[in-house]
């Protein structure tokens, strides 16, 4: 073994040994600071990891662009909806009196909520764009009341992870972080452009997380549970997109 | 990149050259090799009035370039010089001072210019230049054909902030869609591949853009940027670039010259695809992400709205895509596997064509 090739394998393995330790470093501080999210695994698991990471990093506390009255979407846009099933139809047919919010996991008080009672917290509104993954969009305003008002009244546990959120469609739920769950534009919305929400646009209440894509804003949630974990989860993915091909994260 | 060199007596082509390795054996009988590669490196060098700067340089490049030819793994001679070419006395001047500091020289320097080229293998493309070559081959073709994927869950698009099928699309790419919602036209629903197409648009995106950072910085530290990037003075005229263009749409194969580095159109269409299409491309990419618009409003806002962003991000999209077809055809005309083989392996034998 000549000089110069020897010196290049120490070299080689230099860069090797500092690549691998700054790659377990970097790991190790991802999972400390939650950047690593709950469908990290597989072929796209790293592109997946990056995206959640760099949002999380760069920009947690921004808030979602506004927009003014004017720009609201005309007509109004409501995305077709699966059929909806019995339990939902005998509460639409009762005027959504016995829809019932159910708030479980890690809070120091599991609590049931109506919709009426939902409203009766202070109410916030915000014209905000919903963007789908399949590229159309559109500007309401929603109104509702945020997330954080809802978690603080039922004392959720300061180690909670994530907030899973359930439709009355047992094939849709997902879970957001719980700086998502926390920021003040993430609302349990019940009313769109003035009015109650529409059923098409989730009706009686959907869950709106602006800063992410359409099908994090799951319709219909009746619903939330606490959890340091997204093991026990269906599949643990995070999410049903996960388990449908779809990323958790769906910021981008 | 074949510059024409300026002044009367100049009149021979020369060719750029990077990459350069110090190799550390040269062959006893190599002396005279050694001038002729020394002297013609020489006239390369000083014939670029930007390499002329710094004879100390020079000299250093130079003395590399030609022990590196000699051993066969660095770049080398290049030359399709004219005859009757005498270095200039500055030459002389240089060539002497380095002589004195390396190795014995012939010092019949001039017998040099008439010669012919001799056969040898030569570095074409850096590894660095090769490897971020390919990975970003492999993405660029990844992100299109997951973008089409994306594209045809909703063929239409809009200008503005927001759009949806209930919007008049500025236009409508005439072909079925994933999702039944939209009004295509067709009869039928294409299958929904929008999950893993995102997850591997995002992830593709990701590699080629830290690929394509790592590409830049190098090209801007290794000289590659200036030495081959940025076209000569003389070369970005119209007369200068529609002759090449010229040549090049009549599917002409490239000279000999031509082969160890990029011409001028190449040079202005790699600079564009670099520095504008990539990044535009990238800008209206995050320009769509409601989350990157949280914190850089004014990254969509510059744009005219989402669905702005979205459609010039299309646009820009259909011009790699036409980048990559037309880059593709010229690569098969100067001849596909010499080519493709001096991108994979850095070195082209392009001499036997001579």
Same mark, same amino acid.
């Given at each position: ?41 597989? #072929? ?5 990891? %990056? ?32 059929? !909806? ?32 009672? %939902? ?15 399949? *590229? ?5 305003? @929603?109104? *509702? ?7 603080? !009244? ?47 646009? *989730? ?44 990323? @958790?994260?769906?910021? #981008? | ?35 002729? $590669? ?23 490049? $130079?003395? &590399? ?6 051993? /066969? ?79 045809? +869950? ?7 902030? +927001? ?20 009004? $295509?036209?067709? /009869? ?45 003075? /003389? ?31 190449? &040079? ?84 036997? &064509?001579?």
């Amino acid at each position: 073994m000549s000089n110069v090739s020897r010196r290049k394998w120490i070299k080689a393995g230099v860069v090797a040994a500092t690549g691998v330790a700054g790659l377990g470093a970097a790991a190790r501080i991802a999972q400390r600071y939650g950047l690593i999210p709950p469908d990290h695994g597989g #072929i796209y698991g790293v592109g997946e990891t %990056l995206n959640y990471a760099s949002y999380k990093l760069c920009t947690r506390h921004s808030l979602a662009r506004e927009f003014s009255p004017s720009q609201i979407s005309k007509p109004p846009f409501a995305n077709e909806i699966a059929p !909806l099933n019995d339990a939902y139809k005998r509460l639409q047919a009762g005027g959504f009196a016995d829809w019932r919010l159910t708030v479980d996991g890690m809070v120091d008080r599991p609590t049931t909520f109506s919709i009426a009672q %939902l409203k009766s917290y202070p109410s916030q509104s915000q014209i905000t764009q919903l963007a789908c993954e399949e *590229g159309w969009s559109y500007i309401a305003e @929603w109104i *509702g009341v945020r997330l954080s008002h809802v978690l603080n !009244l039922v004392g959720a546990h300061r180690q909670a992870k994530y907030v899973v959120y359930f439709s009355i469609d047992l094939n849709w739920w997902d879970s957001i972080d719980m700086g998502d769950a926390l920021h003040p534009q993430t609302f349990l919305a019940y009313g769109m452009n003035g009015d109650d929400l529409p059923v098409g646009n *989730g009706g009686p209440l959907r869950m709106r997380v602006p800063r992410q894509l359409g099908y994090k804003n799951v319709k219909f949630i009746t619903r939330l549970t606490l959890t340091d974990s997204m093991k026990g989860f269906g599949k643990g993915l995070g999410s049903a997109s996960p388990e449908g091909g779809y990323a @958790w994260y769906a910021g #981008i | 990149m074949s510059c024409k060199s300026r002044g009367a007596k100049e009149n021979y082509v020369w060719h750029g050259f990077w990459g350069m390795q110090t190799v550390s054996c040269v062959g006893a009988k190599s002396n005279r090799l050694y001038t002729e $590669t020394h002297t013609h490196s020489l006239m390369q060098i000083n014939c670029d009035l930007r390499e002329a700067r710094s004879d100390q340089t020079n000299i250093c490049n $130079t003395r &590399r370039l030609a022990l590196g030819c000699l051993s /066969g793994r660095g770049p080398s001679l290049i030359l399709s010089a004219q005859r009757g070419v005498t270095p200039q006395p500055a030459q002389k001047r240089t060539m002497e001072r380095s002589a004195s500091v390396e190795l014995p020289l012939e010092a019949n320097a001039t017998s040099a210019a008439s010669s012919v080229p001799f056969a040898t293998v030569r570095s074409r493309h850096s590894a660095l230049v090769r490897v971020t070559h390919w990975i970003t081959a492999l993405c660029f073709v990844t992100l299109l054909v997951t973008g089409i994927e994306i594209l045809i +869950s909703h063929p239409r698009f809009y200008w503005g902030e +927001s759009g949806n099928v209930l919007t008049k699309p500025l236009f409508q790419i005439p072909i079925p869609a994933s999702r039944k919602t939209v009004p $295509t036209g067709y /009869g039928y629903v294409l299958p929904d591949q929008n999950g893993w197409s995102r997850y591997l648009h995002f992830q593709s995106a990701w590699v080629v853009v830290l690929t394509g950072l790592l590409y830049v910085i190098s090209a801007v530290f290794t000289g590659h940027l200036r030495k081959n990037l940025l076209p000569c003075k /003389g070369d970005v005229s119209w007369r200068a670039i529609s002759a090449v263009a010229a040549k090049s749409l009549l599917l002409r194969r490239p000279s000999e010259a031509e082969a160890w580095s990029y011409n001028a159109l190449q &040079r202005l269409s790699y600079l564009f695809v670099i520095f504008v299409l990539f990044p535009l491309v990238i800008w209206t990419g995050l320009a769509m992400s409601p989350a990157f618009v949280a914190a850089v409003p004014v990254s969509v806002e510059l744009l005219g709205g989402q669905q702005s962003a979205r459609t010039i991000h299309f646009f820009v999209s259909v011009a790699l895509a036409l980048f990559l077809v037309v880059h593709v055809a010229m690569v098969i005309v100067a001849g596909f596997w010499n080519r493709v083989r001096a991108m994979i392996t850095g070195r082209g034998t392009g001499m036997e &064509r001579i």
